[in-house]
């Protein structure tokens, strides 16, 4: 079964220090692996995927995350955390062979950028 | 261009009566989702259309539960009987579909239900 782990329910980092948000994942093919963002009081915003290619992705607001296969893992970074960064993160896998075209969901990752 | 759009934005109701929850997709995206998102907790996945397929129910948590979509325009969430449990961010997501070759989900603001 398909499943998507974000281990820490939050993660605090100092304004201007790296900070990554973990997101680990099992699925029986190969993977697409999403990162959404939600503000307080918003909807999902869409910040990067894995298709295919480079295991680097880059995305919106100076995000990338960086696809493990090895270790199933598509940890999300930014090398200087903003106070504006603070939201919730949620992580999502797809299997490219699932014919159920949905995503799952991570629990999310509450995101703390102290000034 | 216009996102996906989500009406109303806030409803409170009393328990026991019906909600209508509307969502508009956008235009050209054959998926669409209905999520329920409880206060600070992840996304709960309720159902799926595709096109003209019949719809994904299985994430439903109940009868009083029921959503319609024709074709691939607006969409409608129905909760029959309100209860406070219901009381959560109801979220509408579309995409591009099977045929895109990609899969990301464009959400819209949600409406904020409140059974009382």
């Known amino acids: 079964a398909q499943s998507v782990a974000q281990p820490e329910d939050q993660v605090n980092v100092a304004e201007g220090n790296p900070l990554t948000v973990k997101c680990t994942y099992s699925?029986?093919?190969?993977?697409?692996l999403f990162w959404y963002v939600q503000y307080p009081n918003r909807g999902l915003q869409f910040l990067l995927k894995?298709?295919?290619?480079d295991n680097l992705v880059k995305g919106s607001y100076g995000f990338e995350a960086e696809f493990n296969k090895s270790q199933t893992s598509f940890h999300l970074k930014k090398p200087s955390a903003l106070v504006s960064d603070s939201a919730l993160y949620f992580c999502?896998?797809?299997?490219?062979?699932?014919?159920?075209?949905?995503?799952?969901w991570g629990a999310g990752t509450k995101l703390i950028i102290k000034p | 261009g216009a996102g996906v759009s989500q009406s109303p934005s806030n409803k409170v109701t009393e328990k026991g009566k019906d909600v209508e929850l509307r969502c508009d997709p956008i235009?050209?995206?054959?998926?669409l989702y209905w999520y329920r998102q409880r206060l600070g907790q992840g996304l709960e996945f309720l159902i799926y259309?595709?096109?003209?397929?019949?719809?994904?129910k299985s994430g439903l948590p109940s009868d009083r539960f029921s959503a319609e979509r024709t074709g691939e325009s607006v969409s409608t969430l129905t909760i029959q009987r309100t209860q406070q449990e219901d009381s959560a961010v109801y979220l509408c997501?579309?995409?591009?579909?099977?045929?895109?070759?990609?899969?990301?989900?464009?959400f819209g603001p949600g409406t904020r239900l409140t059974v009382t």
């Open positions: 997501a579309s995409s591009l579909g099977r045929t895109s070759g990609t899969y990301e989900q464009y």
């Open positions: 999502a896998v797809r299997d490219r062979v699932d014919s159920n075209y949905q995503l799952i």
């Open positions: 699925v029986s093919g190969n993977p697409y």
């Open positions: 894995y298709i295919t290619g």
């Open positions: 235009s050209g995206h054959t998926a």
């Open positions: 259309f595709q096109g003209n397929s019949a719809p994904d």
